[in-house]
């Protein structure tokens, strides 16, 4: 469903490209008045289309190429939009302190875990209040744990180890190949009598393992033919 989204959010944001301009000459650190501005706008949207579809799992199917919640699909749009924010504040390029890193992501904990709790207790269909509540915690358990990803990994994740950058060479590629890898590795394991969480990391680390390496295959391939074609 997600590709369909997100084929949308960049073309809505080529037009919009413009508006953002080059990015700032100077690194600035996180701007919470943004980011509580994108949190309360992204609740409004989420409690307006609660209003009329109080049905929080309700999926909108248009035109066979976008799938997607109703609920959700206005704070997927402000994460989006915070990001090229970012990009043009240039927020994640300065290495974060561990205290803000740390609160980040307890506060993305504990509103994702408030977020399942009221999910098991209020049910499906949300009215008023409980609306309202919900989604407070699951919009800011959002934006918090996307934005507490980015924070920790700028902050410990950061390196020139080989298993780092041999990953992020192969990041792009593995997003494109992953399902042909992981559908064939589903297929021969779901009716075997194993536990659940073994086939699970099996599929996981195959998928990741040969995804990678095929990836990195074909790229080194693709050097070593366009080093062959360069005029010497």
Known sequence: WFLGVLLVFFLLFLLLSPFFGEQDAETTPINGCVVLLCWIASVALYYGVGSVQPNIDAWLNV??????????????????????YAWKKRWFELRPSKALALGVLLSALILLCATVLLRLKLGGELR??????????????????????????????????????????????????H???????????VNLNWPTGLKFMIIVLLTLQRGERGTLVYLDYRERRGKGQTPS
Do not use: D
């Open 63 to 84: 035109g066979f190429v976008l799938y997607f919640q109703q609920l959700r699909i206005g704070g997927y749009l402000l994460i989006f939009f915070l990001g090229a």
């Open 128 to 177: 008023g209040l409980s609306l309202l509540l919900y989604g407070a915690v699951h919009q800011g358990a959002a934006l918090l744990t996307t934005i507490a990803a980015a924070l920790c990994f700028r902050r410990w994740g950061n390196h020139e180890g080989f298993l780092v950058k041999t990953s992020a060479r192969a990041s792009f590629g593995l997003y494109w190949v």
């Open 179 to 189: 399902m042909i890898v992981l559908m064939p590795l589903a297929y021969l394991l």
